[in-house]
Structure formats: structure tokens, C-alpha cells
């Protein structure tokens, strides 16, 4: 019978070895995926084991799972064998119940949380013994991983580049990091978060409602335009048809004003084309837009076609710059 001392010895052991591979399995996961791209482009050793890891999740997973039972059944085996041996028989209950509480409290919940804290630091310690852990059970891991390949298909459309990982939420998390480490002020902060927020509105969450905008007719008149300009300090102005809910365009008062020096006559040799944006346009595709028609105004309609308001490239810039 082995030494009580080396008994004890083994199933810390292999308690520790569980914490190990159950941690680095939620500490690997939880790394952003930007914070590892940039130790990648740093040339770091450990980011690249990680990102190898990362690049084939089967890998990771077939690594842990295959090391985690292998220390659980280990430290279970020989716990049973020395309650047995101080105890009796019936101390293979109280081994069994001892073991599980210490697998499940310092074996899962210490480390996975542990690791989790801070999950790119604290796993590149231990990324090159993962890494070999894999080369030492990748036999067994490949052979597991097929199994669960016949029950579990991949979605999968190719393999999907680990820069491309990177989601918004990630951003907004580093930037505000930046903030802290003085590397970027709160206005700097404030412009990328609002900037990535863009994102997720429309050209209907941004326009101007067309209740609250100033309207001309298209047949309006030089002098009555030029005095509704005085009146709102606008320069561009939409073109409603009189009597409808059609719209002729855009009418901008520096064309008005530098193409026409009587000051009579209409509006209407000055209309430009308006731009016409759906409402459920990404706002983010608003200045394209805007810009490949040289328009710094656009009309948003509805799913009718009607307008509903109109949006500039004003109202874009005013999203990010608050």
C-alpha cells in the first residue's frame, strides 16, 4: 500500500490539475479577441499558443474535457483507496462525498472564476502548458472530437480569421481601458462609443421629422424664398410639390443667390434631385450616400415611398460629436 502522505499527494494533485484544465477552458474563451490580435502583431509567444487554441475550439475542448476526467478519475480512484485503507469500506462514501465537494468548489468554481477575472493574462502563464498537454493527449482529444462531430455539425462557411472576432462591445470595453491608462480622454472616448453606436440606428432614428422642418413650394418665388432663408438660417431647403405629398427635390439659397442676380422669378431652375433614403437605411450608409450624389441633404421615406423627414450630413456628425 502506498504512503498515506503520497495518497494525499496525488489527489491534491490531480485536484490541481482539474482547476488547471477547467480554468484555462473558461480563461481561454473569455479573452477578447482584439487584446489578442494585438499581442499577436506584438510577435508574443503565448498569444500565439492561445490563438491556436482559439483558431479550432476542438482543440481546446477536446484538451480539457480529456484532462479534466483524467484527474478527476485519478484523484476519486486513489481517495477511495486510502478511505478504505483508514477507514474501512464505508469510508468509500465519505472519500466519495469529500472529493466532490473539493473537485467542485477548488476543482471548477475557484478557477473558472479565477481565470476569468482576467482572462488573457492569467491564461498566457499557462499557454504553453496547455499546448503540450495537447501534444500528450491530442490522440485522445481528435478521437473524442470526432465522436461529438457525429452528433454536433458545425455551422460553419469556412474558417472565419481570428481578426474578424472582434465585435463592438470589445471596442467600446478597450476604449474605456484606454481612458483609464491615459491613453485616450473622455471626449475621445465618448466620439468611438458613439461612433460604433451609429451602428445600430437607422436613417429614421436620425432624420428630422418633416413636421418640424421648414418646407417651400416648388413655386415659390426668388424674394420669398430669400426671406424664408433670412427667417431660418438655413441654406438648403426641401422642394415640396404645392397640394401634395410629393416632393421635387432640394433647393440650396447659394445657387438661388450666385445664379441669379434680378432676384425674380421661381425656385424652380434651382430644384436639384433629392436624395431619397429609406427609413430602415443603416445611418451609418447615410453619408455614402450623400456623398456620392454631392448632396449634403437627403429626404427618408417610408415603406410607401412617403417622405417622412429629412436628414443631413449635420445630423450625422452630431451623433458622434456630442
Not at 35 to 54: M, S, T, V
Not at 99 to 116: D, I, N, T
Not at 119 to 141: D, H, K, M, N, Q
Not at 201 to 214: E, F, H, M, R, Y
Request: charged fraction near 20%.
Amino acid at each position: 500500500m502506498m504512503p498515506v502522505i503520497l495518497h494525499l499527494v496525488v489527489v491534491v494533485v490531480c485536484i490541481g490539475g482539474a482547476a488547471f484544465y477547467s480554468g484555462m477552458e473558461t480563461g481561454v474563451i473569455s479573452i477578447r479577441r482584439l487584446r489578442l490580435r494585438h499581442r499577436l502583431q506584438q510577435g508574443d509567444r503565448a498569444a500565439k499558443r492561445l490563438a491556436f487554441f482559439l483558431e479550432d475550439p476542438g482543440r481546446l475542448l477536446g484538451t480539457t474535457l480529456v484532462g479534466t476526467n483524467l484527474c478527476i478519475v485519478i484523484a476519486s480512484v486513489v481517495s477511495a483507496r486510502l478511505s478504505t485503507y483508514l477507514i474501512g469500506p464505508g469510508g468509500q462514501v465519505l472519500s466519495g462525498l469529500l472529493v466532490s465537494v473539493c473537485l467542485l468548489v477548488f476543482g471548477e468554481y475557484v478557477p473558472k472564476a479565477w481565470f476569468r477575472a482576467f482572462p488573457y493574462y492569467r491564461s498566457a502563464r499557462f499557454a504553453e502548458a496547455l499546448y503540450y498537454s495537447w501534444v500528450v493527449f491530442s490522440p485522445v482529444g481528435a478521437a473524442v472530437t470526432w465522436i461529438a462531430g457525429l452528433f454536433v455539425k458545425e455551422h460553419e462557411s469556412g474558417q472565419r480569421d481570428l481578426c474578424s472576432l472582434a465585435n463592438r462591445d470589445e471596442l467600446k470595453i478597450l476604449t474605456v481601458e484606454a481612458e483609464q491608462n491615459g491613453v485616450l480622454t473622455a471626449e475621445e472616448r465618448a466620439m468611438i462609443h458613439q461612433t460604433v453606436e451609429l451602428a445600430d440606428k437607422t436613417a429614421g432614428d436620425i432624420q428630422k421629422p418633416l413636421s418640424q422642418a421648414v418646407v417651400v413650394e416648388s413655386g415659390c418665388s426668388i424674394d420669398a424664398f430669400v426671406d424664408v432663408a433670412r427667417s431660418n438660417s438655413f441654406s438648403r431647403y426641401p422642394v415640396q410639390q404645392p397640394g401634395t405629398p410629393e416632393f421635387a427635390g432640394i433647393v440650396d439659397l447659394f445657387d438661388v443667390l450666385t445664379r441669379n442676380s434680378t432676384g425674380s422669378g421661381t425656385i424652380t431652375p434651382f430644384i436639384r434631385p433629392a436624395v431619397m433614403i429609406p427609413h430602415d437605411v443603416p445611418a451609418e450608409d447615410v453619408m455614402p450616400r450623400l456623398r456620392i450624389a454631392r448632396q449634403s441633404m437627403g429626404l427618408v421615406t417610408d415603406e410607401k415611398g412617403e417622405v417622412t423627414g429629412l436628414v443631413t450630413t449635420s445630423d450625422i456628425l452630431n451623433q458622434i460629436v456630442v
